[in-house]
């Protein structure tokens, strides 16, 4: 019996010695991992795509030839700086509670004459709904080190904060997935990529502050619409339209969340 | 036309560091599209940068090197006022040139 006891106790030593080094082990590749974020971080491709947006938003374009320098993202015609910590919210000239992007192409549409159908029919990377994306990253860019501070003083802002909630966790979907299925509990990931837990304020740069970013992996640049638009894909959703109500709910629900925050856009992802 | 480059230069000590990131596809030549025929390999062939004109890097790219490529050296006794220029030429023959002022 003593010596029963004895092997028990020598497999218990063993195998919390071995527990010990995995968990070593993973914060170290998680560290190099970071290390790796941060050499990316000096020479972000995303400023290419800022330029661009910059560009788009200056310049006279469309049938009506006109800049987008009069488009109203929430603060007054014009106003650039801090709309993003500010969006989405509602628009009393549409009648509707608007993310950046819809908002964009209202204004595409209001003040150049460029058919919406364009980019909500369009595909990611090309035409119309790519010049969105790039001025996306520079009014994003525009607002970087500011804090989130969405308003809910409009009822339609806070229904459309309810229904972000409900969609949140809405299972569905052949794997039966909601967005709190991944996004609903501390320290989740996927391979390498940890996820932040989106039902509260995630962190400064994290979450809803870290859109639109530059993807290493593809070349690509994500706005918030396609990172929505990509987690419905892979919970095997049908995707959503863009800048559908569905994608602007949850970006109030993630947007108001993340009050207090502070925007890192444009990051740079894997 | 291509996109325009991003060149950073700040001077410290006796020398400049240069940052520059440039827009290119960088495409290997060894992916296929959809229907199975191969993407032709377009890439940047040539990188050089001069210093007040007068040549200080020159290199060879292959298609290894990503898209939206990033290069950073140093050169030594750059000041501040000194102007850094940077060409790249890619296998189409396509080229673009950017200027920037060290900082």
Same mark, same amino acid.
């Given at each position: 019996?003593?010596?029963?006891?004895?092997?028990?106790?020598?497999?218990?030593?063993?195998?919390?010695?071995?527990?010990?080094?995995?968990?070593?082990?993973?914060?170290?590749?998680?560290?190099?991992?970071?290390?790796?974020?941060?050499?990316?971080?000096?020479?972000?491709?995303?400023?290419?795509?800022?330029?661009?947006?910059?560009?788009?938003?200056?310049?006279?374009?469309?049938?009506?030839?006109?800049?987008?320098?009069?488009?109203?993202?929430?603060?007054?015609?014009?106003?650039?700086?801090?709309?993003?910590?500010?969006?989405?919210?509602?628009?009393?000239?549409?009648?509707?509670?608007?993310?950046?992007?819809?908002?964009?192409?209202?204004?595409?549409?209001?003040?150049?004459?460029?058919?919406?159908?364009?980019?909500?029919?369009?595909?990611?990377?090309?035409?119309?709904?790519?010049? /969105?994306? %790039? @001025?996306?990253?520079?009014? =994003?860019?525009?607002? +970087? *080190?500011?804090?989130?501070?969405? !308003?809910?003083?409009?009822?339609?802002?806070?229904?459309?904060?309810?229904?972000?909630?409900?969609?949140?966790?809405?299972?569905?979907?052949?794997?039966?997935?909601?967005?709190?299925?991944?996004?609903?509990?501390?320290?989740?990931?996927?391979?390498?990529?940890?996820?932040?837990?989106?039902?509260?304020?995630?962190?400064?740069?994290?979450?809803?502050?870290?859109?639109?970013?530059?993807?290493?992996?593809?070349?690509?640049?994500?706005?918030?619409?396609?990172?929505?638009?990509?987690?419905?894909?892979?919970?095997?959703?049908?995707?959503?339209?863009?800048?559908?109500?569905? /994608?602007? %709910? @949850?970006?109030?629900?993630? =947007?108001?969340?993340? +009050? *207090?925050?502070?925007?890192?856009? !444009?990051?740079?992802?894997? | 036309?291509?996109?325009?480059?991003?060149?950073?230069?700040?001077?410290?000590?006796?020398?400049?560091?240069?940052?520059?990131?440039?827009?290119?596809?960088?495409?290997?030549?060894?992916?296929?599209?959809?229907?199975?025929?191969?993407?032709?390999?377009?890439?940047?062939?040539?990188?050089?940068?001069?210093?007040?004109?007068?040549?200080?890097?020159?290199?060879?790219?292959?298609?290894?090197?990503?898209?939206?490529?990033?290069?950073?050296?140093?050169?030594?006794?750059?000041?501040?006022?000194?102007?850094?220029?940077?060409?790249?030429?890619?296998?189409?023959?396509?080229?673009?040139?950017?200027?920037?002022?060290?900082?």
């Amino acid at each position: 019996m003593p010596i029963k006891k004895l092997s028990f106790t020598a497999i218990a030593v063993g195998v919390m010695a071995l527990s010990g080094a995995a968990l070593a082990q993973e914060k170290t590749s998680i560290q190099a991992i970071e290390e790796y974020r941060e050499m990316l971080q000096d020479g972000n491709p995303a400023e290419l795509f800022e330029a661009k947006g910059e560009e788009l938003w200056k310049k006279p374009r469309g049938p009506k030839n006109a800049s987008l320098e009069k488009c109203d993202l929430g603060k007054g015609p014009g106003v650039v700086k801090g709309a993003f910590v500010e969006l989405p919210r509602y628009f009393k000239d549409t009648g509707k509670v608007q993310d950046l992007e819809s908002r964009l192409v209202t204004c595409m549409s209001t003040l150049q004459g460029i058919d919406p159908k364009e980019v909500v029919n369009g595909q990611w990377g090309r035409g119309e709904r790519a010049n /969105t994306t %790039a @001025l996306a990253t520079w009014i =994003g860019a525009q607002s +970087k *080190g500011m804090a989130f501070n969405l !308003p809910q003083s409009n009822p339609q802002e806070r229904t459309m904060y309810e229904v972000g909630k409900r969609l949140f966790f809405q299972r569905g979907g052949a794997h039966d997935f909601a967005c709190a299925s991944c996004h609903g509990e501390e320290g989740k990931r996927i391979r390498l990529q940890d996820l932040p837990l989106l039902t509260k304020a995630p962190g400064d740069g994290v979450g809803f502050a870290a859109w639109p970013a530059y993807r290493v992996s593809n070349g690509q640049m994500w706005s918030m619409q396609h990172r929505l638009n990509d987690c419905y894909r892979q919970q095997r959703f049908p995707e959503p339209d863009f800048a559908s109500d569905v /994608t602007v %709910a @949850l970006g109030v629900y993630l =947007g108001v969340n993340a +009050k *207090g925050n502070k925007s890192a856009v !444009p990051t740079i992802k894997r | 036309m291509a996109d325009p480059m991003r060149i950073r230069a700040q001077a410290a000590g006796d020398k400049a560091t240069v940052r520059v990131l440039m827009s290119h596809e960088m495409e290997s030549g060894q992916r296929k599209d959809a229907s199975g025929k191969l993407v032709p390999a377009w890439h940047i062939s040539d990188v050089t940068a001069s210093l007040n004109g007068k040549p200080v890097f020159s290199c060879e790219w292959g298609p290894a090197v990503s898209k939206n490529p990033f290069l950073q050296f140093n050169v030594k006794g750059a000041k501040a006022g000194d102007k850094v220029s940077v060409t790249w030429k890619d296998n189409k023959g396509d080229t673009r040139t950017d200027e920037a002022t060290v900082s």
